[in-house]
């Protein structure tokens, strides 16, 4: 185990945006992970009970219970919300072009900066999504999974035995993963044949990821499974060959709750970039101070530790992926 921490509340899910990770938690607020301390990177308005949420570039999507979709931007300020045109909306998806969101009644796209309905698409209940960069995943209680174009458009249907918890594609979709409600992992090619169905041993899989040839499952037993998703091992499974499962026990000794506003205080100015909070018209903004940046790009940064007049040493500065601001990664202190 690499590291371990404990959040105020309950992790609704976990995703990363580059080289950011963040937790969404139970308690309505969005945690970045990417520092030794946990810090709060956006605060949700309380009464949106979360069921998912995705973050491009800085700007958040997160779905509810009741079916709503609602975008916030670097700042933590809300671009906008709208009620979406179903419930338990548990699939939301960002791109540079728009935020896609799986509900009750299907799928819709959404332009991120305005929140204008693009398409909508219909398609069983809703209960899972994953994107590549041309298509949509959505995985349904009717059975399948539904592989949309970013335009709307169905591409094609993945048919399972069971309602799909969770689904997850490998590079470009080339490989089609899904988990059903009753503890089976579905392997399809993209072209919709069915290459395999295994049992999980472990329970459903609610939540799925694909990274490096392995496929990373969550399941309603509480266990968190890796499967070895290679091209040989997809292969291999086609014949039968399963290989042995390998039990991995976690340390059973919780670590202490984090204090996200806490920051550590510092004389010394190496090994970082100095940022400053300023008070803009009544907001605080941040910007950065060291040489070699632009003084008028404001700096994502937790609103949670802003200060007015305060400095701050930061591990890194990293300009955002479609310019205009800038973007705090590693490590704050507050420098003397």
Known sequence: MRSQVRLPDGVKCIVADDAWIYAGCDDGNVYDLSGKMPRVAYAIAPEIDIYW????????????????????????????????????????RCDSDAIYHGHSQGVTGYEWRTGGELWHTRTGSVLFGWQ??????AGTGTREVVRLSKAGRLERTYRCDAPV???????????????????????FDAAGTRLWKLGTGCGSAYSMQYHDDRLYVVT?????????ASEPAIRAA???????????????????????????????VDGGVVVQCLDDRGRLRVQVLSDGYRRD???????????????????????????G???AFGDIRRLR
């Open 53 to 92: 949420l995705d973050i491009h570039d800085g700007v958040l999507g997160v779905s509810d219970a009741d079916g709503g979709i609602t975008a916030v931007d670097h700042e933590d300020e809300f671009l906008w919300r709208r009620p979406g045109r179903g419930r338990s909306a548990w699939m939301v």
């Open 132 to 137: 590549e960069h041309g298509s949509v995943f």
């Open 165 to 187: 918890f969770s689904c997850a594609t490998a590079e470009g979709g080339q490989y089609v993963f899904a988990g059903d409600s009753q503890s089976s992992i579905y392997c």
């Open 220 to 228: 309603t037993g509480g266990h968190l499974a890796c499967i070895d």
């Open 238 to 268: 086609q014949a039968g060959d399963v290989p042995e499962v390998r039990d991995v026990k976690a340390p059973r000794q919780a670590p202490r709750p984090v204090q996200p506003t806490v920051v550590e205080v510092t004389s010394d």
């Open 297 to 323: 790009w404001s700096v994502q940064f937790p609103k949670g530790i802003r200060e007015p007049g305060a400095r701050y040493l930061v591990t890194e500065v990293r300009e955002s992926g479609r310019g």
């Open 325 to 327: 601001f800038y973007r």
